[in-house]
């Protein structure tokens, strides 16, 4: 990847020193603006700087549940570049220096052309074929139903452009400006031309620290110098494209009737600034007339996102994103997997990725911790409902039947894996609480084992035979009796042995006292000092707090 000298300037903004490179385009040389750009990129460094895949490391997978449900939120950085993604980059790029081509800032055509607009501005007046400015700039539309990815192809265009350069020298010859080589707008639902005007105002200030807003965004302030004072920062600052994204929410009536919308977007191209317009078929009323025409003679095109067909870019998407799964039992891509998702998701990549993301979370969730085809289909049939009109549309491709769902439900995928992880969370919860209620349980048996046992000792019964005779009674009836029923039958057992056995030794075998933990060897010698049975083995810390451990729970 190339380096930049990257630089803050005064209003903090981060911006590029301008370096300049030899161009090897006869139009493209002796222009500061074209020669500080990136190197034009071949489709292999295009594919490069475009794919973006997210770190991953197979041991994630051995993680508790509850991290790996934040793990696969990182799908949502993944991006696969395509065919037409590399198409929209060439596009962008050739845009970008064709539009600069007439707008050489060394030039006295461009000084006089700032000049001209400038009285425009004060004259409040829009020449919309303005023959002192020259334009090679061209203007260009990309329409898709909503969610099919076109904000993010661009944005990922952009971001391998620097958005700010600064010059200072150009060929031993002082040129100070700041160059933006793109500025991007989203209109705003119900908006207008006036507010495309104040929105570009104020993102000039925040990336330049200007004060356009204060000086041409009044309320006050008629649309007939606006315009014209648009252009001129456009022109001022070098902006290299114009990108209004989400066109089809601009409000016709508030904007004065769809002519004088697309009248609009004329006027900013043929003042010499590229323009890329994003929408949904919704917007194509718009785009019509002489707009439309200057969109043909600008040899760029439009370009309709429509859902992906099954080939080899679908199945490109699927095997990149197919390697991210932080199930404990990953599932190979098969032929059957890759036509569910095709079929659930409607063919559209954004949908597509949040259905296995969803998918991963639910398998990760339920402990299945493995991805089927099954499991494909009933996260989509229960989280896809909303969207399922507008898939049959897209599987249809009537344009019609399309524009109907432009403002279609999203998908809730947030709310969707805060309810697992919270599933999640339960059930390790729940599976803790299980631990813990095993272990009291054994910590009660034991405790009880060894207090049973204590009250046989104390009733003079050989230690030996008393474990004996407690294992057996709570082997065979434990559960049923507490520790004085225990005792009780034991007690009974070991008399019974007792009966039915020769009568032992008065004294213990030495060999049989050699181990000092030895309870025999502990009470005996109790015994010799005084000592209770329970004293003697209290004294050793053989015997546990009963209040301590056994009724200490959390």
């Keep these: 990847m190339e380096k930049q000298n990257k630089v803050m300037i005064l209003n903090g903004s981060e911006a590029?020193?301008?370096e300049y490179r030899e161009q090897e385009v006869m139009e493209?040389?002796?222009n500061p603006f074209i020669e500080a750009l990136p190197p034009i990129l071949t489709k292999e460094e295009a594919i490069d700087k475009l794919a973006y895949y997210p770190p991953f490391d197979e041991n994630e997978r051995n993680l508790d549940s509850n991290i790996r449900v934040h793990l696969v939120q990182r799908l949502f950085q993944y991006y696969q570049p395509i065919f037409q993604s590399l198409d929209l980059e060439s596009r962008v790029s050739r845009m970008i220096r064709m539009g600069y081509v007439h707008r050489n800032p060394i030039k006295p055509e461009f000084a006089q052309g700032l000049h001209e607009n400038y009285k425009s501005i004060l004259n409040a007046n829009i020449d919309m074929y303005n023959s002192n400015f020259k334009s090679t700039s061209s203007a260009m539309t990309i329409l898709g139903p909503s969610g099919i990815g076109k904000s993010k192809m661009i944005n990922m265009i952009l971001s391998t452009l620097p958005q700010l350069i600064v010059h200072s020298r150009f060929k031993d010859n002082d040129f100070n400006m700041y160059q933006l080589v793109w500025l991007k707008l989203d209109c705003s639902f119900d908006g207008n031309i006036k507010g495309i005007c104040i929105d570009a105002f104020r993102s000039l200030d925040s990336l330049l620290g200007t004060s356009y807003y204060k000086r041409f965004g009044s309320a006050r302030m008629p649309i007939a110098s606006m315009q014209p004072a648009l252009s001129q920062m456009l022109k001022v600052h070098g902006v290299g494209l114009l990108v209004i994204d989400e066109v089809q929410s601009l409000s016709v009536a508030k904007s004065g009737g769809a002519e004088r919308m697309m009248n609009f977007f004329h006027y900013l191209s043929n003042m010499g600034t590229p323009i890329l317009l994003i929408g949904t078929p919704k917007a194509l009323p718009y785009l019509r007339g002489d707009f439309r025409q200057a969109r043909r003679g600008s040899s760029q095109g439009d370009m309709i996102m429509e859902r992906m067909k099954k080939d080899s870019n679908w199945d490109l998407i699927l095997?990149?994103?197919?390697?991210?799964?932080?199930?404990r039992k990953p599932t190979p891509l098969t032929q059957e997997i890759k036509d569910i998702?095709?079929?659930?998701?409607?063919a559209i990549t954004d949908i597509a990725i949040k259905l296995f993301m969803m998918s991963q979370v639910k398998a990760i969730s339920s402990g299945k911790e493995e991805i089927t085809p099954s499991l494909i289909r009933k996260v989509a049939r229960e989280n896809l409902q909303l969207i399922q009109p507008m898939i049959n549309a897209l599987r249809s491709g009537d344009i019609?039947?399309?524009?109907?769902?432009?403002?279609?439900?999203?998908?809730?995928?947030?709310?969707?894996?805060?309810?697992?992880?919270?599933?999640?969370?339960?059930?390790?919860k729940i599976k803790e609480l299980q631990?813990?209620?095993?272990?009291?349980?054994?910590d009660w048996k034991t405790n009880v084992k060894e207090q049973a046992i204590l009250k046989l000792i104390e009733l003079d019964v050989e230690p030996s035979r008393a474990k004996k005779c407690v294992d057996l009674v709570i082997e065979q009836q434990g559960e049923d009796l507490d520790v004085r029923g225990i005792v009780k039958e034991a007690f009974k057992l070991s008399i019974s042995i007792e009966e039915n056995s020769p009568q032992p030794?008065?004294?213990?075998?030495?060999?049989?006292?050699?181990?000092?933990?030895?309870?025999?060897?502990i009470v005996s010698e109790g015994k010799e000092n005084g000592l209770s049975a329970h004293e003697a083995l209290n004294e050793k810390g053989i015997i546990k707090s009963v209040e301590n451990d056994f009724f200490n729970v959390v």
Aim: aromatic fraction near 10%; glycine fraction near 4%; avoid cysteine.
């Design 16 to 18: 590029v020193m301008a």
């Design 28 to 30: 493209y040389q002796n």
């Design 319 to 327: 095997e990149g994103m197919w390697d991210y799964q932080w199930v």
């Design 341 to 346: 998702m095709f079929d659930e998701s409607g």
């Design 400 to 428: 019609k039947a399309i524009s109907r769902y432009e403002d279609i439900t999203p998908i809730d995928i947030e709310g969707f894996i805060n309810k697992e992880f919270a599933t999640t969370s339960m059930n390790h």
């Design 435 to 442: 631990k813990a209620k095993k272990k009291q349980e054994k």
């Design 505 to 521: 030794t008065k004294k213990l075998k030495k060999m049989e006292l050699q181990n000092k933990q030895d309870l025999r060897l």
